[in-house]
């Protein structure tokens, strides 16, 4: 054969394996409103920039008729690319062929283009769309996943790793998405459980929709399994584009910094916090009073929404932003939002991204459904991350810093490198009405006016610790500053910490209170 008639041979092979599962199940696929799995990667990638590898790997099970059946790249497309010009590794189940099922083969393609990426350093993006283990294979898919698992165990906190479920993701597939660090979820295509509503309906009796089960929202809002929710597979792409942009390709490089820009928020910083402090604002407000171009890509941004955690740059360069929300439940910590700063804190020390800590709560959410839900242990998760974190860690409180919360919240204590606070801060024990309430009962109870004996001893109370001088005349804030100063000094405490090189005792690990 000449060269010319193998190439034409090459290209009428490549020609059939890249049709997947063929013309109907492509249909299938297009009806129930989703792309193909080729069609997602060059969507997701730069024009011309993807490379297939593996494209002729064939299964090798004989049992239940698959000696007959031809898979078409055994189900999934693995292969290099860049976005925006940053190469990556990437690998999509392909739900046309056998509903994208996990076979050895197909999870041994999965992990070579894991080591490919542990190996050169560079970013992991598995797109799900799968029944989960191919059922014929038995043990060879666990073993599979399995392999899968350790590998996202080993990459985890050397190179991101990225989890686009675009389809069924089910029984104990969930777990590679888990083990990775930013899950992205589109309203009405993706669905996660471990059991699906046939399995609960024959155990439990109860009849549940996969949606209402493991749908993207669930994820998104209720269990914080999903970090971004998109309500299209198109804004799904472009917001995993915007994430790698933002962060850092391995842990021994920096994120890609870009030209300096000014923050465009229009509202005057010093008018975001209401001159109530009992009134809420949107603390994003001063996010995007602070970051350059007040971009902000917030991560987690339907879950647990008392606490803000996202990305940004500073002078052109990624900062990690986690700040109290006073719009909901006062920005107090509980559970779930020690959970999701604990990881984000985790994420950005792993990957040397600074933290910009902001800070206005009341402390930990009181009750009895917070005790039994665990919070001394997820809120422990916090002061962990906070305290083993050596990256550059600058705190603002901006109002309140109540009890466990102001130690929590990236305090001097837990090892902040720069402490600031704005003139109306109020660092104490507990606010001042409960702390009056319980040192002067005696006094409020013996009063001719309760009411008023009540206000002056919650007044002298403030006046003596509500404020951010008693702090910083012991050295635990290092500058009462005014709103507009601050951007120019975080800059500048950026700047000062570039070279920032931190000691921690020498162990194999610690053990976080998972
Ligand atoms: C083999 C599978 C498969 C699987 C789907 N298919 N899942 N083949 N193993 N796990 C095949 C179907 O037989 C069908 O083949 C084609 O893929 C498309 O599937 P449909 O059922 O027609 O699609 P749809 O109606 O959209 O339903 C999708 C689905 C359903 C909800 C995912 O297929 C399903 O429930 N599949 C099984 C899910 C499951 O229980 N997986 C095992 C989980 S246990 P044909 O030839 O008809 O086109 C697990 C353990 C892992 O994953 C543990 C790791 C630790």
Not at 57 to 86: Q, R, Y
Not at 212 to 240: M, P
Not at 437 to 460: G, H, L, P, Y
Not at 488 to 509: F, R, W
Request: charged share 25%; net charge neutral.
């Amino acid at each position: 054969m000449t060269l010319k008639k193998n190439i034409l041979a090459l290209r009428q092979k490549k020609a059939i394996v890249e049709k997947g599962g063929g013309d109907k199940a492509i249909q299938k696929q297009v009806a129930m409103g989703k792309m193909t799995a080729r069609e997602r990667i060059l969507a997701l990638l730069d024009v011309n920039s993807f490379y297939e590898y593996d494209l002729f790997v064939e299964h090798e099970e004989t049992n239940f008729g698959m000696e007959s059946k031809v898979l078409a790249g055994d189900g999934v497309i693995t292969g290099t690319g860049t976005i925006s010009g940053a190469p990556i590794c990437i690998y999509a189940q392909d739900f046309t062929v056998m509903g994208g099922s996990l076979g050895l083969k197909h999870a041994r393609k999965i992990t070579k283009i894991m080591d490919h990426a542990m190996k050169m350093k560079v970013p992991c993006i598995g797109i799900n769309d799968s029944g989960g283990a191919r059922i014929q294979e038995g043990i060879g898919a666990l073993a599979g996943y399995g392999e899968i698992f350790y590998r996202n165990t080993m990459a985890s906190g050397v190179i991101p790793q990225i989890s686009v479920i675009l389809g069924p993701c089910a029984g104990g597939a969930v777990y590679s998405p888990a083990l990775t660090d930013f899950v992205f979820v589109v309203e009405n295509i993706s669905k996660m459980f471990i059991t699906g509503p046939n399995v609960i309906e024959s155990v439990l009796g109860e009849k549940i929709s996969q949606e209402d089960l493991g749908g993207a929202r669930v994820h998104a809002e209720i269990t914080g399994n999903a970090h971004f929710f998109a309500l299209s597979e198109k804004e799904c792409l472009n917001q995993i584009k915007e994430l790698i942009s933002l962060i850092p390709h391995s842990n021994q490089v920096k994120a890609v910094k870009i030209k300096p820009q000014k923050p465009t928020f229009k509202k005057n910083i010093e008018k975001i916090i209401p001159s109530d402090p009992k009134q809420p604002y949107d603390v994003r407000d001063v996010i995007f009073a602070l970051a350059d171009e007040s971009k902000f890509l917030e991560v987690h941004e339907l879950w647990a929404p008392n606490i803000v955690i996202g990305f940004g740059r500073m002078n052109g360069e990624t900062v990690g932003f986690v700040a109290n929300q006073p719009m909901y439940l006062a920005g107090v910590l509980d559970c779930d939002a020690s959970d999701k700063a604990a990881r984000f804190i985790r994420f950005c020390d792993a990957f040397n991204v600074p933290i910009i800590t902001l800070e206005d709560m009341p402390g930990y959410l009181p009750g009895v459904d917070q005790e039994h839900a665990g919070v001394i242990r997820h809120g422990a998760k916090m002061l962990y991350a906070y305290s083993e974190a050596t990256v550059p860690k600058i705190t603002v409180i901006l109002r309140k810093a109540y009890g466990g919360g102001y130690i929590a919240m990236n305090s001097r204590h837990l090892g902040a490198d720069f402490m600031f606070a704005w003139p109306g801060a109020e660092i104490a024990v507990m606010g001042p009405e409960a702390a009056a309430n319980i040192i002067f009962r005696k006094e409020i109870m013996e009063a001719e006016d309760e009411d008023a004996m009540r206000q002056q001893k919650v007044k002298e109370y403030i006046e003596k610790f509500a404020n951010p001088y008693v702090a910083a005349a012991k050295g635990y804030i290092d500058a009462v500053i005014e709103p507009l100063e601050t951007r120019e000094l975080l800059l500048h405490a950026l700047a000062v910490s570039k070279n920032k090189d931190d000691y921690t005792p020498p162990k194999k690990h610690g053990i976080p209170p998972f």
